[in-house]
């Protein structure tokens, strides 16, 4: 273990300041990767000693990706270094999808020499217009000494404050300079640390005419996302007051636990039919910290009156009109909302709900158990979820997996669950995983990905995992890869909104031992290729005593069918059938899934 702040001669530096400033910020962990644009950055972390848990990654993506999971895990700022040049556009997709799920990251990047900038000098790029964007609110360069503190300052605040991505900007030669303090002169900024959470409700008068339409409603339904993880005792009090159903959004899977009879699970395109009935039929809609995107999911206007509670006013509105939107903290404006709201003695609504979930629960078990050539993709998720451990993590990657994550894992309290939501990205299952693992190394992780987003970056991890897996309590992380050998949730995509056959040069993925790989580099490797193993092979990874890769084989013919098909999709999926390659496994595997729509176990 290194030594606490090791002393050095040299005098304290810009880099030991910005180290120090992030440390009294309450920052201990930084993701990066190395390289000549920030080595005094390196160098000051060196000397912090054990004030900094630095996670050196494969690639700088991978850095923005943990650092987003970070905030997503523990609410705090998740940090993020990179040299100047190539590693600073590698953090972009990361970046980005921190913003768009609302998480607060700083990104720090190095910067060429002071006098090379604007020479054409080798690395240089105008990195101010190139995070413009994802860091919009606060992204700056720093020029002179004294302005590191304020920098810093107002970087950590700002994407706290706002739930976003801020970037700061650090030359290579700024960083060796001596740290000084602001000078007492005109011109000179002196910022101090904190940052005091303000206490977010809507007025009285707003609050009694959400519940106004809320009382009035017969038939209530609530749709809940990641604004609401901290609010699920209020959700459920609301809902039992309303006799509402809950639908989730992806990434407020975690809200409430799953086993709920009226908890109707995912809504959207990976959602549910019962999710689809509630919105279809509801008076009354109730958004609790979400932006889901599909308004094709949700009501339509004019069928049901609508209150949102959303702490962010510039979110407010946008997916459906709202008759009440509600400015406030999701939890904070639930408990003013409840003692205005009236006990609703007619629960035939709450009734029609409980039964379609307890028929949806039926249809997804049979669909899960069907056969399939080899493996049934969904069997693997409905195996894993009566033996997820109490408190676990789950992560999963974009892509067909993230369907399967959605319908058939069944979360219970005091489980987190999250993807990369709005920006939907392939890649970040497995760095989340690792990222839990760093926040929470006492509890068990699970990454459930594609072969696709495997081969792309997960891959690479995997190594990262087999450096420092011996530094958690409990070594247990497992990483489930469907290696079907296809992209396969694109694949469905143009089979099923463009009617076009699968097209091999774009779709296929090459075979890969993944199972062996973890067993060359020092992890635990299980390859499953029948039914009957899958069992077996999750009770293995559970009770392994260091990180498994589980490589299933499964079937890329298993359909992903939307909750509700629409004609245009039947439509566009016959005109696909006529010419794809696979037509008989289509035609075999989406046949049996619709006949268990209709008749469970009978197929």
């Known amino acids: 273990m290194r030594e606490t702040a090791r002393k ?16 009294e910020w309450g920052i201990k962990r930084i993701f990066g990767f190395p390289g000549d644009g920030i080595n005094g950055i390196i160098g000051a972390i060196d000397r912090a000693g054990d004030n900094v848990d630095y996670v050196e990654v494969r690639h700088e993506e991978m850095a923005a990706f943990m650092a987003c999971a970070h905030s997503k895990f523990t609410g705090e700022v ?5 040299t100047s040049g190539p590693g600073a556009v590698h953090l972009l997709n990361g970046l980005y999808d921190a913003k768009m799920d609302h998480q607060s990251v700083v990104a720090i990047v190095g910067q060429q020499a002071r006098m090379a900038m604007g020479g054409s000098y080798q690395q240089e790029i ?24 304020q920098l810093v300052d107002r970087a950590v605040r700002i994407a706290k404050a706002e739930r976003t991505v801020t970037c700061l900007i650090i030359p290579n030669d700024l960083q060796e300079l001596a740290y000084e303090e602001p000078p007492r002169k005109h011109g000179a900024v002196f910022s101090g640390v904190g940052l005091c959470e303000p206490r977010v409700i809507p007025t009285q008068a707003d609050l009694q005419r959400a519940a106004d339409v809320l009382n009035a409603g017969k038939k209530v339904a609530m749709l809940v996302g990641a604004g609401a993880l901290g609010a699920t005792d209020e959700v459920l009090q609301v809902a039992e007051l309303l006799g509402a159903g809950i639908s989730k959004a992806l990434l407020g899977k975690a809200v409430i636990p799953d086993e709920l009879p009226y908890c109707c699970g995912s809504i959207g395109l990976l959602g549910t039919k019962p999710s689809w009935d509630m919105m279809m039929d509801c008076d009354t809609l109730l958004m609790v910290g979400s932006s889901f995107p599909y308004s094709e999911f949700l009501p339509k206007e004019g069928q049901a009156r609508g209150v949102q509670i959303e702490i962010d006013a510039k979110m407010v509105s946008i997916r459906y009109p709202m008759e009440v939107p509600l400015i406030g903290d999701s939890k904070e404006t639930l408990q003013a909302l409840v003692p205005l709201l009236h006990r609703k003695t007619d629960r035939s609504w709450r009734e029609t709900i409980e039964k379609n979930v307890e028929d ?38 974009s892509g067909s997996a993230a369907n ?97 056959p699968k097209f091999n040069p774009s779709q296929d993925v090459p075979d890969f031992g993944f199972a062996r790989y973890a067993e060359l580099i020092g992890l635990r490797g299980i390859r499953v290729d029948k039914p009957e193993d899958i069992g077996a092979a999750w009770d293995e990874a559970l009770t392994a005593t260091r990180p498994v890769v589980i490589e299933a084989v499964t079937d890329p013919e298993v359909p992903t069918l939307p909750p509700h098909i629409s004609f245009e999709q039947a439509k566009h999926f016959a005109e696909a059938l006529f010419y794809d390659p696979a037509r008989k496994g289509m035609l075999r595997g989406a046949m049996k899934d619709m006949i268990e729509s209709f008749i469970p176990h009978r197929s």
Not at 8 to 23: E, G, P
Not at 376 to 394: A, H, Q, V
């Open 126 to 149: 105008d990195l101010v217009s190139l995070f413009k964007d994802v860091a919009g609110d606060y992204v700056h360069m720093a020029t002179v000494a004294p302005q590191i503190r």
């Open 8 to 23: 050095d001669a040299m005098s304290t530096t810009v880099s030991d300041f910005l180290i120090k400033r992030l440390n």
């Open 78 to 82: 998740g940090v993020c270094l990179a």
């Open 360 to 397: 949806w629960w039926k249809v997804i078990e049979a669909r899960a158990m069907n056969s399939a050539d080899p493996i049934n993709p969904e069997r693997m998720f409905w195996e894993l979820s009566p033996r997820l451990p109490d408190k676990c993590i789950l992560t999963s990657d």
């Open 404 to 500: 399967w994550f959605a319908r058939d894992l069944k979360v219970r309290r005091g489980m987190m669950a999250t993807l990369s939501g709005n920006l939907a990205t392939m890649g970040p299952g497995v760095p989340y995983a690792l990222a839990a693992k760093f926040a929470w190394p006492d509890r068990v992780a699970i990454a459930l990905v594609g072969d696709g987003a495997m081969l792309m970056n997960g891959i690479n991890e995997l190594v990262t995992i087999a450096k420092y897996w011996k530094e958690w309590s409990d070594p247990r992380l497992i990483v489930m890869v469907l290696a079907n050998h296809d992209l396969n949730q694109v694949t469905w995509e143009q089979r099923v909104m463009e009617g076009n």
